[in-house]
């Protein structure tokens, strides 16, 4: 399994971006993806699940601003943030909920 996240950058508060992650090695038709952030100095935490079935959650702290995506012909995973904050701050990973394997992750700086 091999997972690439991009597509962070520097944005203003109120702001939006999309991240992306390509996935290869596994079909995302057949897995349940994650996404993670760790903010600097903080322990990774939790953001976005999308079930195989098209099922979705949030951490309450993402949650009406986020929308976690997917394209099967693509093979990649969508992260859709609208309305950022400074604590959004952070490098996102995408993770395959039941591989113990994560990609090289993008940063998202939030100015304020």
């Known amino acids: 399994v091999q997972l690439q996240a991009y597509g962070g950058g520097l944005v203003q508060a109120g702001g939006s971006l999309r991240l992306s992650c390509v996935v290869s090695?596994?079909?995302?038709?057949?897995?349940?993806m994650d996404w993670f952030r760790q903010a600097p100095g903080k322990e990774r935490k939790y953001v976005a699940t999308?079930?195989?079935?098209?099922?979705?959650t949030y951490a309450d702290s993402v949650k009406d601003r986020f929308t976690i995506t997917s394209d099967t012909v693509k093979n990649t995973v969508y992260l859709q943030m609208n309305g950022l904050k400074p604590e959004d701050t952070a490098v996102y990973y995408c993770?395959?909920?039941?591989?113990?394997?994560w990609g090289q992750g993008t940063l998202v700086t939030v100015s304020s």
């Open positions: 999308l079930t195989h079935l098209g099922r979705t």
């Open positions: 993770k395959a909920s039941r591989y113990a394997v």
């Open positions: 090695g596994i079909r995302l038709s057949a897995n349940t």
